[in-house]
């Protein structure tokens, strides 16, 4: 079974700052897919970004990026110039790579933008 | 295009009854998977429906059961609540020949069992 890890229960960021979010997962796959999904308050949840285990290259959505580091099974989500808009829960979530569309997923961090 | 609609948004049960919840996927959707989310917590998987059977199963009891209909909606049944049973539940739809992985969610149904 995957175990997905984000060990920040709540960030807090001023509004036009970065924010990183950590994650971390076990697995004994080599090949799975890593995502950031958004919940913000009362809403659904979204996806941010996507990871394919295989590609080398770390993802990136406008102010979204992530830090993929294999080895170290470490997936972090940036948020560059946050925007009051990007308040919300973040979850970071594995799937295998079949892909089964089965997520396992973290905790959860809250992100609060400040004006 | 309609995305992933569930209903009810809102319910209240006491302890023992039973409870339908009801998901419509997103246009062109044929897998239709459940999450529980409890208060302050991360999504669980409890199952997942492709071609009106069940695919897989997370670790839920014999309480939570589902059906998938022909035209890829689907319900989630849960017979004895307990307190416990409280929590936000999630549908999600994806294609089951897709390979992007990436899952679609509705805003779910939030279940109060007093």
């Known amino acids: 079974a995957q175990t997905v890890t984000q060990s920040q229960p709540e960030m807090s960021v001023q509004e036009a700052e970065t924010v990183t979010l950590s994650c971390t997962y076990d697995?004994?796959?080599?090949?799975?897919?890593l995502f950031w999904y958004k919940q913000p308050p009362s809403r659904q949840m979204i996806l941010v970004i996507r990871?394919?285990?295989?590609?080398?290259q770390n993802a990136t959505e406008n102010r979204f990026s992530v830090n993929f580091q294999k080895a170290a099974k470490s997936f972090s989500l940036k948020i560059s110039d946050s925007q009051l808009g990007d308040t919300a829960m973040y979850f970071c979530a594995f799937m295998t790579a079949r892909p089964d569309y089965k997520l396992s997923f973290g905790a959860g961090t809250t992100v609060t933008v400040r004006a | 295009d309609a995305g992933v609609t569930q209903s009810p948004t809102h319910l209240i049960k006491t302890r023992g009854q039973q409870v339908t919840l009801r998901c419509s996927p997103k246009s062109g959707h044929d897998t239709v998977s459940w999450y529980q989310q409890a208060l302050g917590q991360g999504p669980q998987f409890i199952f997942q429906?492709?071609?009106?059977?069940?695919?897989q199963r997370g670790n839920f009891p014999d309480r939570f059961s589902g059906h998938q209909f022909p035209n890829y909606s689907s319900e989630l049944n849960v017979n004895a609540l307990l307190l416990g049973d409280s929590a936000l539940y999630l549908c999600?739809?994806?294609?089951?020949?897709?390979?992007?992985?990436?899952?679609?969610f509705g805003e779910g149904s939030r279940l109060t069992v007093l």
């Open positions: 990871q394919e285990a295989y590609k080398q």
């Open positions: 429906y492709y071609e009106e059977e069940e695919r």
């Open positions: 697995t004994s796959e080599n090949n799975y897919y």
């Open positions: 999600a739809s994806s294609s089951g020949t897709g390979m992007t992985g990436e899952l679609f």
